[in-house]
């Protein structure tokens, strides 16, 4: 079946700091892939996608190539800001399927 | 802009109550989901629905039963509710064909 490994958190960075965040992904065919943000309080929120491989997605400064090579989808973003502070899931969908697959989410803190 | 609404942000039951919680989305989408987000266990789907009146078993279905009887409209329903049920519920909805999945806010259940 389909399943989404995410990087373990709980991560920890000084504003301004590079961000990474790991996705990996196992999936027949040619899902698309999605990051989700959750703010405290919150649900979810789409963060960025992509649908085919080597589409980049990206939004608020964040980043995420769809390697189909090495099953990936890794979340970047140049310099984080305290505001960034959240839950990050990745996440995968097969076309024409009304399920998504959510990894167990990362919590990122900021701080300044 | 799409929005997905519960009808409480908060609730708190008694061992034992039937529980309704209600998921409303006006953008005219087929599929309509339930979760339930617990810490360490990430999302785990319950339940979800493709159309008015369709409903499929998700990972965790024990303990609830859904109910779709229009389009906008998908509830979720804890017969009796339990202590192991308090949660936080994430309702969202989406299109069939490769699109991300919309989030509602989120009901933080406690059953005591």
């Known amino acids: 079946g389909n399943s989404v490994t995410q990087m373990e958190g709980p991560v920890t960075l000084s504003e301004e700091a590079f961000l990474t965040i790991n996705c990996t992904y196992t999936?027949?065919?040619?899902?698309?892939l999605f990051w989700y943000v959750q703010y405290p309080g919150e649900g979810l929120q789409l963060l960025l996608k992509?649908?085919?491989?080597?589409d980049k997605g990206s939004n608020k400064g964040f980043e995420a190539t769809y390697r189909k090579e090495t099953t990936s989808f890794h979340l970047e973003k140049g310099s984080v800001q305290v505001s960034d502070s959240a839950v990050y899931f990745c996440?995968?969908?097969?076309?024409?399927?009304?399920?998504?697959?959510f990894g167990d989410g990362t919590t990122l803190t900021v701080k300044p | 802009d799409v929005k997905v609404t519960q009808s409480s942000r908060y609730l708190v039951k008694r061992t034992g109550e039937k529980v309704f919680l209600e998921c409303v989305q006006d953008?005219?989408?087929?599929?309509m989901f339930w979760y339930r987000q617990d810490p360490g266990l990430g999302l785990r789907l319950i339940y979800f629905?493709?159309?008015?009146?369709?409903?499929e078993k998700g990972d965790i279905p024990e303990g609830y039963s859904v109910s779709r009887e229009k389009k906008e409209r998908f509830s979720l329903i804890l017969e009796s509710a339990s202590t192991n049920q308090t949660s936080m519920y994430l309702c969202?909805?989406?299109?069939?064909?490769?699109?991300?999945?919309?989030f509602g806010q989120g009901t933080r259940l406690t059953v005591v």
């Open positions: 992509a649908t085919k491989a080597d």
């Open positions: 999936a027949t065919g040619y899902p698309s």
């Open positions: 969202a909805s989406g299109r069939t064909v490769n699109t991300e999945a919309f």
């Open positions: 996440a995968l969908r097969k076309n024409n399927a009304g399920k998504s697959t």
């Open positions: 953008m005219d989408h087929e599929n």
């Open positions: 629905s493709y159309d008015v009146k369709m409903k």
